[in-house]
Nanobody
Framework: QGQLVESGGGLVQPGGSLRLSCKAS????????MNWYRQAPGKQRDLVASITSAGISDFADSVKGRFTISRDNIKDTLYLQMNNLKPEDTAVYYCNAQVRTVVRDYTYWGQGTQVTVSS
């Protein structure tokens, strides 16, 4: 059974940086499209950034130019580098893994890590 464990969240001042990590186990990490979602209190969970198995990345407009997503297929780990953080980036950040096979789709979620941007 696949498992995703996020780390790296915390409290940071506006303009600061954080790097989130997501360690995967129990899955063939390299074939999965990996995503970061976030959910602020009272709001829906939104896609922030994604990276395919081929290393192609995409970002929500709200974080373009500030966030970078990367993956290490040797360490089975996904990263989200967040720079120039803003108070509106405050949310619980979730790691997500998705793959589509002939038989079925597979998706896994982490437990989330809190990011708070405040002075």
């Amino acid at each position: 059974q696949g498992q995703l464990v996020e780390s790296g969240g915390g409290l940071v001042q506006p303009g600061g940086s954080l790097r989130l990590s997501c360690k995967a186990s129990g899955i063939t990490f390299s074939v999965y499209t990996m995503n970061w979602y976030r959910q602020a209190p009272g709001k829906q969970r939104d896609l922030v950034a994604s990276i395919t198995s081929a290393g192609i990345s995409d970002f929500a407009d709200s974080v373009k130019g500030r966030f970078t997503i990367s993956r290490d297929n040797i360490k089975d780990t996904l990263y989200l580098q967040m720079n120039n953080l803003k108070p509106e980036d405050t949310a619980v950040y979730y790691c997500n893994a998705q793959v589509r096979t002939v038989v079925r789709d597979y998706t896994y979620w982490g437990q989330g890590t809190q990011v708070t941007v405040s002075s």
